[in-house]
């Protein structure tokens, strides 16, 4: 897994393509592409067969169907804001990883129960941030943990240097890739 996943919003499947060389240009090698707009599935099925050698994967996904159309189209990963035992039977069929959404320990125990031990800390910033995984980590030691909402290029260092944290995601990896990298190809 990629250590900084950047959460992607498509308004229009066009702009797939700049935001997949952006991400790249700024040495991402993934992008989580959020079921967020209707063309969610679209752009994942354009992302994955343009850019075979990122690692696509599905946001926000919060369904069994849309985690069915997510697959179809090419994700290779599944993420969302809670837990879904559709979305987590979904994916166990298919044999591709899903990472539901946790931010209490009771959500937590209900994901490990259900076989998952890499779990989205969401929102993050507002569950306590570093601080909460801190204490996650000494109840759930076998967890880890990939913390998403409020995470900036000011703070992910400090998140990625938490020994339970697999990940960290955000819109601000996409923000960035753009700003940097969004008008090479103009
Ligand atoms: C998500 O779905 O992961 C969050 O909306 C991302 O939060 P951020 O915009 O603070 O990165």
């Not at 707009?37 to 850019?51: E, H, K, L, Q, V």
């Not at 929102?123 to 759930?140: E, M």
Request: negative net charge.
């Amino acid at each position: 897994m990629e250590r900084r996943i950047p959460v992607v919003v498509i308004g229009d499947v066009k702009e797939t393509d700049k935001i997949c060389r952006a991400l790249k240009a700024s040495g991402i090698n993934t992008a989580e592409i959020t079921f967020r707009t209707p063309c969610a599935a679209d752009a994942i099925r354009y992302a994955a067969s343009a850019f075979p050698e990122m690692e696509i994967g599905a946001g926000t996904v919060i369904n069994a169907e849309q985690c069915e159309r997510a697959i179809a189209s090419g994700a290779r990963f599944v993420v969302s804001p809670g837990f879904s035992s559709g979305v987590a039977d979904v994916c166990r069929a298919a044999g591709v990883p899903y990472y539901p959404g946790c931010a209490t320990p009771t959500e937590i125990m209900a994901a490990v129960s259900a076989g998952f031990d890499v779990v989205k800390f969401f929102p993050a910033d507002l569950y306590g941030g570093i601080k909460a995984l801190k204490a996650f980590s000494s109840v759930f030691p076998h967890v880890r943990f990939i913390p998403t909402g409020g995470v900036s290029a000011e703070n992910e260092a400090e998140f990625l240097s938490q020994k339970n944290v697999a990940a960290v995601g955000g819109t601000y990896l996409v923000k960035d890739a753009l700003e940097r990298f969004g008008g090479e190809n103009e």
